[in-house]
C-alpha cells in the first residue's frame, strides 16, 4: 500500500516538474518569436506621390467585333437534298441559290394545277359568253368563276413550292458552317439547320464606358477604331446604340458600327480599342495611379505612407483616365499613396518603403 502511495506521488511530481519545464519553455519562445515579429513587423510597399499635372480627358475602351448580320436558318419544307451550291468560305448574295431539293412529285402538281387552272379559264370565258345570250344561269356564271379563282390560287401555291426546293440564301454574307451534304433529309419540324451565314461588310465594336465617359458621347459621333492584329490600320466608326441602363459593373455599353474595307479584314470576334477623342482641352487634375485603390476605383478607399506607417484615408475618386484616376477630394499634392502591398496592410500597419 505505502509502495503505492509513494509512486503516485512520484509521478504527480514528475508531471508537475514537466508542466513546469513546458510552460517556461513556451514563454521564452514566445519572447523570442514576439522580438522577431518586432523586427519584421514593417509591410514592404511602393509609393507614388500624389500630384497636380496636366492630364488629356481622351480615353479608350477595348472590346470585340461583331458581325452585323449573321444567322443560321433552317429548311422550311421536308424534302431529300439533292445538290448543295455553297460550301463554307464562300460569299453568296441574298436571293442566291444554296442548294436544291427533290422536287419531280412537286413538279407534277405544279403542272397539274397549270392545267386545271387553264381549263377554269377556259370554262369560265364560255360561261361568260353564253350568259350574254341568256344561255347560261347568273348562279352557273358565278360557279365558273369561283372554280377559276380557287384554280388560280391552287396553282400559286404549286409554284410557291417549286420555288421551295431551290432554297435561297435569306441575306448576303460569308458561309461560316454548312450543316448539310447532298442525300440530307431535311424536316421541317425540328427544322434541320442549313447554313450558318456572317456578314461582315460592317461590324460592331462593343464597349463599355464608366459614367463619367458616357456623359460626353452621342449617337453619331465619329470615332477612330483599331484592331489589335492590324496596329498600323485605322478604321471609322459611328457610334450607333448607347446603353440607357448601366450593367451590372456600373459601365454603360456602347456600340460602335464600322465598315470594313475592301478586303474584309476584319473578322468578327477580333480584339478592337476604339480611340475617344475629347473635346476638351488639357486640364490640371489631381491623380493617382490606379492600382492605388483598395480593391478597386469604387472603394474609394487608399492607403497613405506617413512617417513608416500605413493610413487609410477615404477619398473622393472622379473620372478615370486610362491608368490614372482623378481626385476630387480626400487627398493632397506631395502625399505618399501606396500602390503595392496593400494586400497585406491595415490601418495602422507600420511600413517598409521599397523601391
Known amino acids: 500500500m505505502k509502495k503505492t502511495i509513494i509512486t503516485i506521488v512520484i509521478i504527480i511530481a514528475a508531471l508537475g516538474v514537466i508542466g513546469y519545464i513546458l510552460n517556461k519553455n513556451k514563454k521564452e519562445n514566445k519572447e523570442k518569436t514576439d522580438i522577431v515579429a518586432e523586427k519584421?513587423?514593417?509591410?514592404?510597399?511602393?509609393?507614388?506621390?500624389?500630384?497636380?499635372?496636366?492630364?488629356?480627358?481622351?480615353f479608350v475602351a477595348n472590346g470585340n467585333f461583331q458581325p452585323i448580320q449573321q444567322l443560321t436558318f433552317s429548311a422550311e419544307k421536308s424534302g431529300k437534298v439533292i445538290s448543295v451550291l455553297a460550301k463554307e468560305g464562300d460569299y453568296v448574295r441574298v436571293g442566291q441559290t444554296l442548294l436544291t431539293m427533290r422536287g419531280d412529285v412537286?413538279?407534277?402538281?405544279?403542272?397539274?394545277?397549270?392545267?386545271?387552272?387553264?381549263?377554269?379559264?377556259s370554262d369560265y370565258a364560255r360561261y361568260e359568253n353564253a350568259f350574254k345570250t341568256g344561255g347560261v344561269t347568273k348562279q352557273q356564271l358565278d360557279q365558273a368563276k369561283l372554280a377559276l379563282t380557287n384554280a388560280q390560287s391552287s396553282l400559286t401555291q404549286a409554284n410557291i413550292n417549286v420555288g421551295d426546293t431551290r432554297v435561297k440564301a435569306p441575306i448576303s454574307g460569308f458561309i461560316n458552317k454548312k450543316h448539310i451534304e447532298p442525300g440530307s433529309?431535311?424536316?421541317?419540324?425540328?427544322?434541320?439547320?442549313?447554313?450558318?451565314?456572317?456578314?461582315?461588310?460592317?461590324?460592331?465594336?462593343?464597349?463599355?464606358v464608366n459614367e463619367n465617359q458616357v456623359a460626353s458621347l452621342k449617337v453619331g459621333n465619329t470615332i477612330n477604331v483599331t484592331a489589335s492584329v492590324y496596329p498600323d490600320k485605322n478604321f471609322s466608326g459611328k457610334i450607333t446604340f448607347i446603353a440607357a441602363k448601366a450593367d451590372e459593373s456600373l459601365n454603360f455599353p456602347v456600340e460602335i458600327e464600322i465598315s470594313n474595307n475592301i478586303n474584309n479584314d476584319l473578322k468578327a470576334g477580333m480584339y478592337g480599342t476604339a480611340n475617344f477623342a475629347s473635346n476638351q482641352q488639357k486640364q490640371q487634375l489631381m491623380v493617382v495611379p490606379r492600382n492605388a485603390f483598395v480593391g478597386s476605383v469604387s472603394s474609394n478607399e487608399i492607403f497613405v505612407a506617413e512617417n513608416g506607417v500605413a493610413k487609410l484615408r477615404k477619398v473622393t475618386a472622379?473620372?478615370?483616365?486610362?491608368?490614372?484616376?482623378?481626385?476630387i477630394n480626400g487627398l493632397s499634392d506631395g502625399e505618399k499613396v501606396i500602390t503595392t502591398g496593400q494586400i497585406n496592410l491595415q490601418d495602422g500597419n507600420k511600413v517598409e518603403i521599397i523601391k
Not at 433529309?185 to 463599355?208: E, H, Q, R, W, Y
Request: proline residues 4%; charged residues 15%; glycine residues 4%.
Open 40 to 58: 519584421n513587423a514593417a509591410v514592404s510597399v511602393k509609393i507614388t506621390p500624389v500630384k497636380t499635372e496636366e492630364v488629356s480627358l481622351d
Open 106 to 121: 412537286i413538279n407534277v402538281n405544279a403542272q397539274q394545277a397549270q392545267a386545271v387552272y387553264a381549263n377554269a379559264k
Open 185 to 208: 433529309i431535311l424536316t421541317g419540324m425540328p427544322a434541320t439547320p442549313l447554313f450558318d451565314i456572317v456578314n461582315v461588310s460592317k461590324l460592331k465594336l462593343v464597349v463599355t
Open 318 to 327: 472622379g473620372r478615370i483616365l486610362g491608368d490614372q484616376v482623378e481626385i
